[in-house]
């Protein structure tokens, strides 16, 4: 690159005839050159040096040379106009290097720190020599700079060498300045002392700067960034180079102590827990000494203490200290626990209508949720029984949570068992067909009882008896009949408690009586509904219905059995009043005395 010298510098003089014979010495005859034309040149690069004169008439010839720095001049190049003949001096430092063109253009391949002269253009005519001087400014840049020889760590409150920033290969010689996290270290006495060296290298002239960094750290610098930047001058001015950052790995002693749990932020018993502690210093300590509630001695470990299937007497304060018992830190655990009781528990058998208290007693470490399920199904209250009913029996769950401590649950259970003797009741209904009747035997107990249907006089079991479901103890076997004489149906059920039998009269099918309403419950129990007003209408009907028939039976018995006067009037006038069930315990009559009176009143006119 070139750059506009300051002020042109041409010098011109006439020769007279008696100093020709200095032409070939002009450089020696001539003053120095006034001004200045300089050309920036590359390491390694070619320079390339116009001769900044006018080609004048008559010119002889044109010739370069460079001053020594005594200011002997030393030829280097010539050019005849006349004969284009080019000529190069023997110097050693430009054999090869030199070229000469037809306008007196000067290149000098491979620029080396030795080409930085002064050189000048002359052209020589018979009465005149013009001469133009060049100042050549060659430049290197310097490689990348790179901090060696790096303390493997730092430690605090130190004065230590951090390491040697080096730049080489630079023309002219750079500047070092070093850095960190992006700011100047400036020195300081005692803390920040940088010392700079500068070398030469006497065969190429090319510097290597050298700045070694003497550093106090503090903790703040355990990840501080070190650089250095060299600063170096190009041909077009001033450039920067930065070296990789570094990062010291900076030593400085424990100045606090912390405890901590590494297992689940809520712990219950049955756990493990995991304290761990640790030191701020670098390197951290490796040991320290652990303080279990209960314990006067420390324990000694690595940085982490287990205990394994933890209790509730683990509840406490835990510390831990450096080795030497200095700089101690604690921390207070609650193990979590849940105790519940159910009274009574597991398998219990009571008879219906008895009393059975049951209570559910929770101990616990925080406020625990209590609920009841019965049967897979949650219940609203707690249980109470008072009179124990076949309903109440069932499996019986009582169960306890703590929301805060997850797992943390228990349940226990009571499988309620209720017996009883069976009970039953009888119900006769006509149907619809007024061909048949139905018998059902309404049948409570636990366990289940076995039912056995007999039938005393003449007619014939429709079909088999039919049983409901069994819920809750209770359930209905039926019975469908066509009677063609009265009879007496007996059911009998037998559990392992007892054996109970109750027979009910059934009028023929031919002989209206009234029906018995029998109960129908899917789950075999009394249901009080809106149905009841109907219920009692129809029953008030059917017994309208029957005196009515009664009276017109009582007078055509009377007619037809005139001859035999007081037993046929004593037939008509009992029969609107027959019994509508006879449900008897085995050691009971069977049957009321009207009903009986009626059957052998009944049975004596079949004769007849």
């Known amino acids: 690159m ?8 041409r010098h011109r003089r006439p020769l007279p005839p008696p100093l ?83 306008n007196y253009t ?35 840049q310097p490689s990348q700079p790179e901090i060696l020889h790096q303390a493997d760590f730092l430690e605090t409150e130190k004065l230590q060498m951090l390491g040697e920033c080096v730049a080489r290969d630079s023309y002219p010689e750079g500047n070092v300045t070093w850095y960190k996290n992006g700011r100047v270290l400036q020195p300081v006495e005692d803390v920040v002392v940088i010392n700079l060296q500068k070398l030469v290298n006497k065969s190429t002239g090319l510097f290597t700067m050298t700045s070694s960094l003497q550093y106090v750290p503090t903790k703040e610098d355990a990840n501080a960034k070190f650089s250095c930047i060299v600063t170096y001058y190009g041909p077009s001015g001033q450039k920067t180079l930065q070296s990789d950052p570094v ?21 219950k018993e049955g756990d493990n827990i995991t304290l761990k502690c640790s030191g701020n ?11 279990i509630p209960g314990e006067t001695e420390g324990i000694r470990s690595s940085d982490t203490y287990v205990m394994t299937d933890v209790r509730r007497n683990a509840t406490g304060e835990y510390k831990c200290s450096l080795t030497d018992k200095s700089m101690m830190d604690s921390i207070t655990i609650t193990v979590h626990y849940l105790d519940l009781q159910l009274i009574p528990s597991g398998e219990v058998t009571k008879q219906i209508g008895e009393a059975l208290p049951v209570s559910c007693t929770i101990s616990s470490s925080r ?27 069932g499996n019986y769950i009582c169960e306890t949570t703590l929301q805060e401590v997850e797992g943390l649950k228990k349940r226990k259970t009571l499988k309620l068992i209720v017996e009883g003797k069976p009970q039953i009741k009888m119900t006769k209904k006509t149907n619809t067909n007024k061909m048949s009747k139905t018998i059902v035997c309404h049948v409570e107990g636990f366990p289940k009882p076995a039912v056995q249907w007999t039938v005393t006089g003449s007619g014939s079991i429709i079909n088999k008896a039919k049983e409901t479901k069994y819920v809750n103890g209770k359930f209905s076997s039926k019975i469908v009949i066509a009677p063609e004489e009265n009879v007496t149906l007996t059911c009998i059920a037998e559990n392992e408690l007892e054996r109970t039998v109750t027979s009910l009269n059934v009028s023929a099918i031919s002989i209206p009586e009234y029906d018995e309403p ?10 009080v509904n809106d149905q009841a007003k109907l219920i009692v209408g129809i029953v008030v009907g059917l017994l309208l219905a029957a005196l009515v028939a009664g009276v017109v039976y009582w007078l055509y018995v009377k007619k037809s059995n005139d001859a035999k006067g007081k037993s046929g009037k004593a037939a008509a006038q009992n029969f609107p009043s027959l ?22 009143e009944n049975n004596h006119k079949s004769e007849t």
């Open 579 to 600: 019994p509508r069930t006879a449900s008897k315990h085995v050691d009971k009559d069977l049957g009321n005395i009207e009903e009986n009176k009626k059957l052998e």
């Open 20 to 102: 020709l014979l200095c032409l070939l010495l002009a450089a020696l005859c001539l003053p120095p050159a006034l001004g200045l034309y300089t050309v920036n040149a590359v390491y390694g690069d070619t320079i390339t040096m116009p001769c900044r004169l006018e080609v004048p008439d008559g010119l002889m010839f044109g010739k370069w040379k460079y001053e020594m720095p005594n200011g002997s001049p030393v030829f280097i190049a010539f050019r005849s106009s006349t004969k284009k003949n080019v000529q190069y001096d023997d110097v050693p430092d430009y054999k090869d290097r030199l070229s000469l063109s037809e």
């Open 367 to 393: 406020n625990a949720t209590v609920f009841w399920i019965k049967d897979n199904t949650r219940m609203q209250t707690s249980p109470s029984f008072s009179s124990l009913q076949y309903q109440d029996a």
């Open 247 to 267: 990062v010291f790995d900076v030593h400085y002693p424990t100045e606090k102590v912390t405890i901590q749990v590494l297992s689940q932020s809520t712990i």
């Open 281 to 291: 210093g670098n390197p951290p300590p490796q040991e320290f000494l652990f303080y």
């Open 518 to 527: 029998e109960d129908r419950n899917d789950d075999n129990s009394e249901k």
């Open 106 to 140: 000067l290149t000098i391949k491979n620029a080396r720190i030795s080409d930085e002269k002064r050189f000048v253009c002359m052209l020589v005519t018979e009465d005149d020599v013009s001469e133009e001087p060049t100042i050549v400014k060659v430049f290197k």
């Open 2 to 9: 070139m750059e506009p010298p300051a002020a042109a510098s």
